[in-house]
Every structure is written in structure tokens, then in C-alpha cells.
């Protein structure tokens, strides 16, 4: 019963870890988990705690680890002098395979500093109408983008494409995708 719960509280610290680093709730507190968490540890004892699995996630958030390398890294963790016990490399990793997604998503998020492609649309039209009888019946490229953050409102960009504009485009997108290529060394 006593593994059951140290593993229940090792999650909920992991959670709150998880919380306040990484998804920006200021509600957690290092003093509400021990309360919450380990009211009858010590407080060296609980902060020794929390800075090792908050050094653990770190490592394992830094390297953006798979399954495979976070239980390569949790065994090499429990082998080590001072370091954790098998329960806690169960809890640790189980914990990473419910979060890795959203912490991933998270720091991406974070490290962004302008506005991203949050989507783009597009669909070939045929112009009905027209000024000039000349362009009735041809084709036209109708591409739309939201241009923003998560966080605010998103800018919409729609742009209507001849085909020269668009053999243009893609043109310059294949060249772009050379120069990468080649600084990548990817074929």
C-alpha cells in the first residue's frame, strides 16, 4: 500500500512539475505540492525530491527523448549513486508517455518569438466572370492562410494565383527545397 502511494504522490509532484514549467499554471507552487504531496517530509528532504525530478524532466524535456531513451536513461538513473529507485523510473516513465506530446507542443510554443502558419487552405476555382473576356474559363489557384500565435487573434491572408503565378511559386519553393537539401545534406 506505502509503493501505491509514494508512486500516487511521485505522479501528482511529476503533474505540478509538468504544470508550472511547462504549461504556465502560477497556481503551482513548490509549498502547495509539499503540502498537498509530502506534508510529513522534511523540507530539505522535499526540496532534495522535487530539484531531482525537476532535473530529470529537464533532461528528459532537453533531449526531447523517445520511449526507447527515456527507460535507456531511467535505468542508467537507478544505477547511479544517489540516484532513483526502480518505482520511481515506472512512475517517471509512465508519466512522460501520457505528457511528452503536450510538453513538446509546450516548449515550441514558448521558444516561438513572431507569428507562425497556423493553417492553410486552397482550391482550384475556374473564373466565371471576368473584365476581360480573355480570362473567362480559366483557372485560378485560391489559397488561404491564418497567419497568428495560439494565444492571440490570427491575420487571414487570401491570395488568387494565375497558373504563371503558380508555376512561379512553386518554382521558388523547389528551389528552397534544393538550397535545404543541400545545407542539410538530405536527398
Excluded at 491564418?146 to 492571440?152: L, P, S, V, W, Y
Aim: include cysteine.
Amino acid at each position: 500500500m506505502a509503493d501505491a502511494e509514494s508512486s500516487k504522490a511521485l505522479s501528482g509532484l511529476l503533474n505540478g512539475i509538468a504544470q508550472s514549467r511547462y504549461y504556465g499554471n502560477t497556481e503551482i507552487t513548490e509549498e502547495l505540492l509539499k503540502r498537498e504531496l509530502y506534508p510529513e517530509l522534511p523540507a530539505d528532504e522535499f526540496r532534495a525530491l522535487h530539484d531531482k525530478m525537476q532535473g530529470i524532466i529537464k533532461s528528459i524535456v532537453s533531449a526531447d527523448m523517445d520511449l526507447n531513451h527515456v527507460d535507456a536513461f531511467l535505468t542508467a538513473q537507478t544505477k547511479k549513486q544517489g540516484g532513483i529507485t526502480a518505482d520511481q523510473s515506472l512512475v517517471i516513465a509512465k508519466f512522460w508517455r501520457n505528457h511528452k506530446k503536450k510538453i513538446r507542443e509546450s516548449v515550441i510554443n514558448q521558444s516561438k518569438w513572431e507569428k507562425g502558419l497556423q493553417s492553410l487552405k486552397w482550391r482550384i476555382d475556374v473564373k466565371s466572370q471576368s473584365r476581360h473576356t480573355d480570362q473567362v474559363n480559366s483557372s485560378a489557384a485560391i489559397v488561404e492562410m491564418e497567419i497568428g500565435t495560439k494565444d492571440q487573434d490570427s491575420e487571414f491572408l487570401c491570395l488568387e494565383l494565375d497558373e504563371t503565378k503558380m508555376n512561379e511559386i512553386l518554382k521558388k519553393l523547389s528551389e528552397v527545397e534544393e538550397s535545404l537539401a543541400a545545407l542539410t545534406h538530405i536527398s
